[in-house]
């Protein structure tokens, strides 16, 4: 994702999620993943507002090691459901899914939503694959 701009693209619909979460005073975790691994970049608490050098340091490439990042999500949803019966879970997926790794759908997620951003003259339509499986929201974004 960092050489087609489509980082650059995640970020900013990153931030426009987070303002509309925090417009409505919702709970948000953040969870990134790329090259380096796995990282809990903002445990769930109530959305704040955030900027751009807020997003600024977040990285990609480097593989992506999606079944880690959703088993994280997945159990974060699962801690937040046993500790708000009524919260409902929704999972945001922002990929461009250049990977091979088939994940099984996150059990703790009440709703997903799939962001493709996929900029290959060649796609592979992973995300939208993965998003038939799951019975998820797919959503390609252009550039």
């Known amino acids: 994702m960092v050489t087609s701009g489509a ?6 619909v990153l931030l426009g999620l987070l ?10 975790a953040l969870i990134c ?13 109530r959305a704040a507002h955030w900027n751009e050098e807020w997003v600024a340091p977040i990285g990609g490439g480097g593989g992506t090691p999606l079944v880690q990042a959703l088993g994280a999500a997945d159990g974060l949803l699962r801690m937040q459901a046993l500790r708000l019966a009524a919260l409902q879970g929704w999972l945001w997926l922002m990929t461009d899914a250049r990977t091979r790794e088939r994940p099984a759908r996150p059990a703790y997620a009440d709703e997903i939503r799939i962001l493709d951003f996929e900029s290959s003259r060649a796609p592979l339509r992973r995300a939208q694959q993965l998003a038939q499986d799951w019975r998820a929201h797919y959503q390609p974004v252009s550039a």
């Open 7 to 12: 980082l650059a693209r995640a970020k900013g």
């Open 33 to 45: 993943f790329g090259g380096a691994g796995v990282e809990l970049r903002l445990p769930p608490s």
């Open 19 to 28: 303002e509309e979460a925090y417009q409505r005073r919702e709970q948000v």
